[in-house]
């Protein structure tokens, strides 16, 4: 079991947020289903002002690219994607593409 740890912005518009987090006191069950299937075992996301962050706890048998690869070829996972990126922004350090950014580890104790 690993964890990783995730950033993303939202637009800054309160109304957006409001939407964007109603959405995800609601997810849809397909995408629930995608994220369990792929071996993530656990995900949280939390949010301060306009910046979204996610602890996401994964199995060994995770493999991001098999992810990224079925949730390409999964139209409601699409059109979840689609619908999410009229609330979310890319950091402004992210690549091309790129939505959740890995945060690095600084400290542990």
Do not use: C
């Amino acid at each position: 079991m690993q964890t990783k740890y995730f950033a993303l912005d939202l637009q800054d518009d309160p109304a957006l947020i409001e939407e964007y987090e109603n959405y995800h006191r609601n997810v849809w069950p397909e995408i629930r289903k995608s994220i369990v299937d792929a071996g993530i075992t656990d995900m949280e996301i939390f949010r301060t002002g306009n910046r979204l962050f996610m602890r996401m706890e994964i199995s060994d048998s995770f493999d991001a690219a098999a992810k990224q690869k079925a949730d390409a070829e999964n139209p409601k996972v699409q059109e979840w994607e689609k619908l999410m990126w009229k609330f979310q922004k890319p950091l402004p350090w992210a690549r091309a593409g790129e939505k959740w950014v890995e945060l690095k580890t600084v400290f542990e104790l």
